[in-house]
């Protein structure tokens, strides 16, 4: 192929330039590579802008708080003080796909983020199983606007700490307001605001009748009535929209925007690895190739690779710089591992990664980035050599051993357990705390009580505890009970009023307060 | 591809404002102390800057539900250099890595999220609740007038406001202008007419002579005055200022005052100057230092330059009188005045103070604060003005500061919100 000449020259960028590089970026992934993506949105922002951006935690508008704000005085105290350096970019699950890049980023850095972010991450989110069903991209800009200008008007009629109040109880409870082992139905901002006034009258009439206390023509004994819930339900902020018997209906409503907004949120806490990894494998090949076809030259390529190597850096488990896997990292490499085994495999590539070695490997990326998050990608990807690479081992941490043990390295006898783990350690389900409504006292006393499923002995941490359950019982307004039960016994049990914690080691011979 | 760049720089600068603003709000019993605090501790030249506030993250913690320590955790790292299978680690002190990875997002084990107050916010906490006392909203004539200022030039307008100057400046340029083509010709054709020499009645002489008649018509055809021309003054109204205050900063400069004192007087200053700044763009300020003669200086000098000598207060007090009665009636202005000092004096300048202060400058005042700077006994100025606050008790207010930390309080206390 005959070399072009190069887009630009120098290290400053102008819209031209970047005209240019996303039109031939995207020439390359659609033809190439045949990323699908959402039409490109790019916009160019300052730093205090992108500080902005980071405290909405990505999204483009968001309503006020001033966790919000904390966010953004923290980000802008460590950026003054060059303890963190700002993204070159940002991007939002959107249709058009929204990219932010920085003006401070040279050419290179920009063709770079491009490609990262309005091909990489783009395809991701239009691709990708989890962001399918989950979101809705063309629904949620407006729907975010919808829910901002709801609770605007809300603080306007209830006062601003109230609604303050309200919302940081529903933070607490946010990442509980996911339904995991159902899809949720889209989002749409009008057809929310057609039938939010409807909902909010059916919602409460069916609260009440819940609730009704006048008795029953005849009295049945207690423990006849039915259980309620009849199972157990692991979306909290679902449970407290549709039951809480005290929630005016504009309560329940932004409780059930908070729980909208986390439920956007879901695919991306799962997809860290991928997401990252795949936006990176991307970013590299797709350099590459305007570097084989001259439209960057050999200073640009040179940029780049720096700015590369600087991006899936990672520091060992015992550098003062360690602060977890990158997910940069751990992606790349395994996405560039699955072209390898693709491409090149070996005999342990063939045992490994049977259906893999050999295969079509742009087939292969696509179907692993469409079709797995974290979790189930690295239990089915994660090769012996990427293991080697970075040097992955598993520890043991038991509260009754006294030091901790190494329980795989990578050899042959290590590769699964290793592999099993890591996949653990992305799996929401099993790194963040099981807790489920129990039972809801609905004759006697109206409180509620949530029960702690603990794994492998894992307790919760008590002062936080303590305090989400205050928010709970903010919005629930009854008493709220919370058992940690460990092998069918209540371990510990908290209660949102009383700072005293029972202990299964004074009183050991108790079960389970209900069932 | 449907495709857009979108330029946003230029737009939203400040979309967390509101959001900043909740969170100084929610947690402003913090920053108000941290503010405090900071005042005391801060140096003269470094007022005028934010500050670094720090809040317990405890304090400012979003709890969520997360796994504690304790149990069996599990976690995979990268980087192995020299464990094998079954080897046992010590445990690292101050507890075991676990807890999900979730802990580490953050801070590194910093205990205080810190954060920048701007200066805006960090002179907003500062004097929060302060006003000045008194202050009358003396009003100049009616609450809306107007001052009349020039502002430009209007191409119409009523016959007194025009502008004769701009008008002929105009129309001379425009003359030129428009008379340059006709002047070119003029000359040309003269010039022709030179060149034929005296042969009279030819036929080429009698038409050159035509042109240049008529040109010179045309030329004359170019009005001096035109329309066009004429500009007229602009004014604008101007809103006055519906209430003005003037303050009086007196300080002692003489020999008696040693550095650390100077020091301390100039802070308090430092700190009604910002608090003036802050709270009333329309007041003036009057910067009187003095040792046994007393002068009108500017800011700068005010706190920043050295004299040396003996001490008579009355100077000071006399010429703030005179300054008052030549550019400041009381009808108008509303005076304030503070006056730092080590409390000593010339002793027979004393009792001249006091008639001073009581007779003639205090009705003219709304307010007067003496501050004294000594450590320990009380002073001859003290001593002097003892009796001033029951005969004015809300004109006149005295305190005694001996460290800087005592400075901020006093000032709060002098100038604290009263309640009307």
């Known amino acids: ?515 | 591809m449907a495709f857009l760049i979108i330029d946003r720089r230029q737009q939203g600068k400040q979309k967390s404002a509101v959001n900043r603003q909740r969170f100084l709000k929610r947690f402003r019993k913090h920053i108000k102390e941290a503010v405090a605090d900071a005042v005391t501790k801060r140096s003269i030249t470094d007022m005028e800057r934010g500050e670094e506030i720090s809040i317990p993250k405890r304090d400012i913690s979003e709890p969520i539900f997360r796994q504690g320590k304790g149990g069996k955790q599990r976690r995979v790292l990268p980087g192995n250099k020299e464990f094998i299978r079954g080897d046992r680690i010590d445990r690292p002190r101050g507890g075991s890595g676990g807890g999900g990875g979730k802990a580490s997002n953050q801070g590194e084990g910093m205990d205080e999220f810190v954060f920048e107050l701007n200066q805006q916010e960090f002179l907003d906490f500062m004097f929060e609740d302060l006003e000045l006392p008194n202050l009358v909203r003396k009003q100049l004539k009616d609450s809306d007038s107007y001052k009349l200022i020039k502002g430009g030039y209007l191409r119409e307008g009523i016959p007194a406001r025009l502008n004769v100057l701009q008008s002929l400046r105009g129309a001379k340029a425009r003359r030129i202008a428009l008379g340059g083509a006709i002047r070119r010709e003029i000359k040309s054709l003269e010039q022709a007419l030179g060149e034929l020499g005296n042969d009279e009645e030819s036929e080429q002489r009698k038409e050159i002579t035509e042109k240049l008649d008529r040109a010179k018509r045309r030329l004359n055809q170019v009005p001096f005055l035109d329309d066009f021309d004429l500009r007229y003054n602009n004014m604008i109204q101007q809103p006055t200022p519906t209430t003005s205050a003037v303050m009086f900063c007196l300080m002692d400069v003489s020999g008696s005052m040693t550095q650390d004192i100077k020091d301390l007087a100039k802070r308090f200053f430092v700190l009604l100057h910002l608090f003036l700044k802050q709270h009333y763009e329309k007041t003036e300020i009057v910067f009187i230092r003095h040792h046994t003669k007393a002068d009108e200086v500017d800011e700068e000098e005010f706190f920043y330059s050295r004299e040396t000598g003996g001490t008579v207060v009355s100077t000071s007090l006399e010429l703030m009188q005179t300054i008052v009665r030549e550019r400041y009636p009381s009808d108008s202005w509303n005076v304030y005045a503070a006056q730092a000092s080590d409390g000593e004096n010339w002793q027979d300048d004393s009792p001249k103070c006091y008639d001073l202060l009581v007779k003639s400058l205090l009705p003219l005042v709304q307010f007067f604060a003496y501050v004294e700077i000594s450590s320990g006994s009380e002073q001859e100025l003290w001593q002097t003005y003892s009796d001033i606050p029951e005969v004015f008790p809300d004109r006149f207010a005295m305190r005694n500061i001996s460290e800087p930390a005592d400075i901020f309080p006093v000032f709060r206390e002098l100038f604290e919100r009263k309640a009307t």
């Open chain 1, 1 to 515: 192929m005959s070399k072009r000449t190069p887009i630009a020259e120098g290290s400053e960028w102008t819209f031209a330039a970047l005209d240019a590089f996303e039109a031939e970026i995207g020439h390359i992934a659609a033809d190439k590579y045949r990323l699908d993506t959402y039409p490109n949105q790019i916009e160019i922002i300052s730093a205090d802008q992108m500080m902005d951006a980071y405290s909405s935690v990505g999204m483009p508008v968001g309503y006020h708080h001033w966790s919000f704000g904390k966010q953004f005085l923290s980000t802008e105290q460590r950026y003054r003080k060059g303890h963190i350096g700002l993204a070159y970019e940002l991007v939002i699950n959107s249709d058009p796909c929204i990219a932010y890049l920085m003006e401070e980023n040279t050419l290179i850095l920009q063709a770079l983020v491009i490609a990262h972010a309005c091909f990489g991450h783009n395809s991701f989110f239009k691709g990708n199983y989890l962001f399918r069903e989950w979101t809705d991209a063309s629904a949620i800009v407006n729907y975010i606007l919808f829910a901002r200008n709801y609770i605007t008007e809300c603080e306007e009629r209830h006062g601003m700490e109230t609604v303050e109040a309200l919302l940081d109880s529903c933070h607490a409870l946010m990442n509980l307001g996911v339904d995991r082992f159902r899809r949720p139905r889209p989002i749409s901002a009008d057809e929310e605001k057609k039938r939010q006034k409807e909902r909010e009258d059916y919602l409460q009439q069916q609260v009440n009748d819940l609730w009704r206390t006048v008795p029953k023509k005849k009295q049945e004994p207690e423990d006849k009535w039915p259980r309620f819930p009849a199972e157990p339900q692991e979306n909290l902020l679902y449970f407290i929209e549709k039951n809480a018997p005290l929630l005016e209906p504009w309560e329940r409503e932004i409780v059930r925007i908070v729980r909208k907004i986390a439920v956007y949120f879901y695919p991306q806490r799962q997809t860290k690895i991928m997401n990252e990894g795949w936006a990176t494998f991307w970013h590299y090949n797709l350099m590459n190739d305007l570097y084989e076809e001259g439209l960057i030259d050999e200073g640009g390529v040179l940029e780049f690779l720096q700015s590369h190597t600087n991006v899936i850096y990672q520091p060992d488990f015992d550098s003062p710089h360690y602060s977890d896997i990158n997910p940069y990292t751990l992606g790349f490499a395994m996405f560039s591992d699955i072209r390898r085994v693709c491409e090149n495999p070996t005999d342990e590539d063939k045992y490994f990664l049977p259906e893999q070695a050999g295969g079509d490997w742009l087939e292969t990326v696509h179907h692993a980035a469409a079709n797995y998050k974290d979790e189930s990608f690295i239990l089915q990807y994660l090769s012996p050599k990427v293991i080697r690479d970075l040097k992955l081992f598993s520890i043991l941490d038991d509260e009754s051993d006294s030091a901790i043990k190494v329980t795989a390295i990578h050899d042959e006898g290590g590769y699964s357990q290793v592999r099993e783990e890591l996949a653990d350690q992305y799996n929401l389900s099993k790194q963040e705390p099981d807790i489920q409504v129990w039972e809801v006292s609905l004759r006697g006393d109206r409180s509620i009580t949530l029960r702690h499923s603990q794994r492998d002995g894992i307790p919760l941490d008590e002062d936080d505890a303590k305090e989400v359950l205050k928010h709970m019982h903010h919005l629930w307004r009854f008493d709220v009970h919370l058992e940690s039960v460990r092998n069918e016994k209540a371990h510990r049990v908290y209660h949102c009023n009383d700072e005293k914690v029972w202990n299964d080691s004074e009183n050991s011979s108790q079960t389970t307060a209900t069932s």
